[in-house]
DNA sequence: CTGAAAGCGCTTACAG
DNA sequence: CTGAAAGCGCTTACAG
């Protein structure tokens, strides 16, 4: 079909193990390196990746696998993965799930086909457990969302506490009535509300929260009735940016002024919650910096399988604006 | 290392070959079939994709690359591409470029090493000049971004009537120096120039615009001082999202009111340009439909490669709001 | 420094 | 329906 390293050795006349030693830099005499040069530039060879993959038995391949390919967040993240990918001649196979634990596992085994070099995976609530038991040995690190402790490297943030000082924030701000949104797939969000809860619980307070898919649809669903009733929260946290706009939109639509009928926070710094008025308050995490270190440690990883397992706790700060301004 | 059909067939008791019809869905008898099926489970055979290609000589995998995988357009285009491939069994890999062409041209030869099925491509403008004369030959559609006329299949809106229609709009609100924030890397961004200028032309006016890397970071740098000058624009349209929220964020550090004070509008509709206020009037664009289509060209040309070009211009639709209300 | 040979894990005609 | 053989395009010891 294509032009093979044969057609090269013999354009050039040497073996095609001279070929594959020009290509791969290794010892040969400047005249017959040049002689093979010469005909791999007139010939076009291009080295076939598979036949190279299916030899040398390392396919320099990492798999990205993250549950929502349209979030801003694991957008910035594949974006931090891909330019170090880059960087390190590997390449980027890209898996979308849509929170679906059917299409992680699927897609895993896919992936075990593709004899993936290493995996940098965002995984839901439900293969978070999984995994554990699962037989899977190529080189991974969980990013954004991992266990307490795992048989995997991984890179979070410690989510408990920057939603209890989010809600913090909100009680010494004088709000006592505080709702809170938070996703039902990943540990992520599980671990925010349980940070809202602790934060809850310290003031005496009763906790008020919903548990629903992670999207700005399903924020909007749950959030325009929530906010109808009489006994509606005076304050609204959500687990992420993307609840954080449906919860907007559902007060904008509601008519409430914000932060005097109801103030709102959430999670990530994008650039939207800056530019709404007034401001919205927001824990914002270092997602490309999370997206560089879940690359180095797969990095030292794939070098070295018998590091003991890392976890990486990164640091998120609240940016305060004018959503959580001091209640009336 | 890994496992592989010998094993199976030693377990199973029968040739390799018949493990590989088995695995193929071929014709096999039930009691053999029965027998491979469970040397498979007993043995956690997975195949290797890597031999499966060489052999077959496909690889099965789509490449896509953009410009910048950050901005929320091309996002979306990837999640569309991504979940037809998922349900077509093709595998996504991906690649950022960054607007920068020597990094198109890399990415261009590793899919070519890849032995790519096909190729999801929204180019820089250097790029599309260069396509045409490049050896090339793996099925390629080219999506947002491609010639008037060209070798390639290609799905892209009207952008050029699109930017009219704005400025027409514009005009018609009695606005009379709008500028123009147009990004410098695409054919995409020139063509809006042009609707831009054709429009400012049939009325007689003065164009006032610049060119910039087609990033919100640019545009700030750029409209900042702009909107500084006496002279400055009463309104002003951009030429994507990226610049459409840069021009915002200058306008909103200027302390200018909109849109007494300046009028906005650009393209995209992203759920930002709705929340602020007033809300942004957006070219939108369907980016779903546009990826899910490029797809489908795709696939058809990946079966006949001999199809004639085709070129599928869609439809966007103008959304009006309260940015561009009349000038006082 | 260079070449001949083996083999990575599959699929695919070709016999039987 | 089943198996033996060839071969996809490389790399990698092994000789020389």
Redesign the pocket.
Known sequence: ?????????RVA????????????G????A???ARVEAAISQTG??????????????SGIIAVIVADIRNPFFTALIGAVEAVAYQQELRVMLCNTDEDPAREALYLQMMQ?ERISGLIFAPTRTTVGRLERMQWDAPTVLVDRAPAAGRHDSVVIDNRAAMTELVTHLLAQGYRRIGGLFGSTSTTATERRDGYLAAMQAHGLAPDYREVEPTAEAAIAATGPWLARADRPQALVTSNNLLLMGALKAARAAGLSIPDQLALAGFDNERWTELVEPGISVVEQPVEEMGRAAMSLLLERMKSPELPVRRLVMSARCVLRGSTRPAR
């Open positions: 079909m294509s032009i093979s390293i044969n057609d090269v050795a006349g040497v073996s095609k193990s001279t070929v594959s030693r020009v290509v791969a290794g010892a040969v005499s005249e017959v390196r060879y291009r080295p076939n990746l598979q036949a190279r993959r299916l030899r040398s038995q390392r086909e």
